[in-house]
């Protein structure tokens, strides 16, 4: 994080601090815009936080699928950590969002994004093997593979979202310090820089092909296997219950490459910040309010587990 803290430094002295104008451009609506947000803010953080704290204590759920679930529920706690209470105290205040804290901003979204595409795609795996491999899988799925995975997920992201968070804030920003969304993310920045972008541009598009349609294209190998193998099996219980371990994961991967793909590859010529507004308000306050809904609605295991800890809490019989 140096280099950001340095380099924040050094420009603070032309361009002190960004305005997100967010919802702005609707006076009318930012009380009740604000009841709403942090009413999902706190379901999301209450949710996520209930996955953690449950495949933590539960020793049921000490297995591959909710270790990753768990490092799941943590990135979309971080992530709305970085833009709901800035978001909000923008909706209430108004107040500007300095120089270096739109760069930490900015990077840490960037970060959290790629760990979730990765992640998404280590639970695809993790249940391609579950159901092509059952009787290999305690072997191919052991605690050290899983941490490393983990750990991978959890940094892959950081010098790719450094180094494009660092070569941003290099550029001279002038003109009106507006930046037209509620949060600090590339493309409103751009708006505000007064020289050639054109090769951080490719370069950042580049980059979110990769980031998104690698993992994706093998979530997506993975699920064709997953499917051969399914339809193959004699047993209609089987095939049932091997589907429904993965259909949690399917709608949450459909949720967060949808609004990615709206938001990340959508043509130049057809960016408009207010409907990009609209659109980033699903990935960032829907998807992962969404998340554990989904995992605990169509889980029984998370919710015998729930039951569980509850009943532990009351004393009474497990």
């Known amino acids: 994080m140096d280099p950001i803290v ?19 451009h609707v006076p009318r609506l930012e009380l009740l815009l604000f009841v709403l947000f942090l009413g999902m803010f706190l379901i999301t953080i209450l949710g996520n936080g209930l996955i953690v704290l449950l495949t933590v204590i539960d020793t049921a759920l000490h297995t591959p699928m909710y270790f990753f679930l768990r490092n799941l529920a943590l990135v979309e706690i971080c992530f709305s950590l970085d833009i709901v209470p800035r978001m909000l105290e923008s909706l209430v205040a108004g107040r500007g969002i300095s120089f270096l804290g739109c760069a930490l901003q900015l990077f840490l979204i960037l970060s959290c994004v790629t760990s979730e595409c990765f992640l998404l795609t ?9 159901i092509c491999y059952p009787l290999h899988y305690g072997v191919l799925m052991n ?3 899983c941490l490393l995975l983990a750990m991978a997920c959890w940094v892959v992201g950081i010098p790719v979202s450094l180094m494009f968070t660092i070569w941003l804030f290099h550029f001279p920003f002038c003109g009106p310090r507006g930046v037209r969304h509620f949060l600090c993310d590339i493309a409103p920045l751009l708006k505000l820089v007064c020289a050639d972008t054109f090769i951080f541009e490719v370069s950042v598009l580049v980059a979110t092909v990769l980031v998104m349609m690698v993992p994706f294209s093998l979530i997506s190998v993975s699920y064709g296997h997953v499917l051969v193998t399914v339809v193959r099996m004699p047993s209609a219980t089987g095939r049932k219950k091997a589907l429904s371990t993965c259909a949690a994961h399917l709608i949450v991967v459909a949720l967060f490459y949808g609004t990615a793909c709206i938001i990340h590859l959508q043509p130049k ?4 910040p207010e409907n990009k507004q609209v659109v980033s308000l699903s990935y960032t306050l829907v998807t992962p309010m969404l998340n554990p809904i989904i995992y605990s609605l169509r889980n029984k295991e998370v919710k015998a587990a729930l039951g569980r800890v509850l009943a532990r809490k009351k004393g009474l019989p497990r």
Do not use: C, H, I, K
């Not at 340095?6 to 702005?24: D, K, M, T």
């Not at 280590?122 to 579950?130: E, G, P, Q, S, T």
């Not at 010529?269 to 408009?272: D, G, K, N, Q, V």
């Open 122 to 130: 280590v639970m695809a795996y993790d249940r391609y093997v579950a």
């Open 143 to 145: 605690q050290r593979l």
């Open 6 to 24: 340095s380099l924040a430094r050094s420009n603070q002295s032309s361009f002190e601090e960004f305005v997100p104008l967010g919802f702005s």
């Open 269 to 272: 010529a057809t960016y408009s």
